[in-house]
């Protein structure tokens, strides 16, 4: 059982990992503007905005608002 860790507030163990065939047809169920596969995509992707966060731990960044950023990024490339 992997333990509780949390980064940012998100607890990483409750994130969701999809395979690489549920990628796929989320990304095409979100290009013919399927919400709701959108929303999965972002959420399937906080992994990858939670490790360039953990890139910039030592460089004074505040870790609240890369998470920020890196979300509005993700939306903005999932949109």
């Known amino acids: 059982m992997q333990g509780k860790v949390e980064i940012c507030g998100v607890n ?14 989320l990304l095409r169920r979100a290009c013919q503007g399927d919400n709701d596969a959108r929303q999965k995509l972002i959420e399937g992707n906080l992994r990858l905005v939670l490790s360039v966060i953990q890139r910039f731990d030592k460089r004074g960044e505040n ?16 949109a």
Do not use: H, N, Y
């Open 63 to 78: 870790p609240d608002d890369l998470f920020q950023v890196g979300c509005i990024g993700l939306m903005k490339a999932i």
């Open 12 to 25: 990483t163990s409750r994130l969701t990992v999809l395979s690489p065939v549920e990628m796929d047809t």
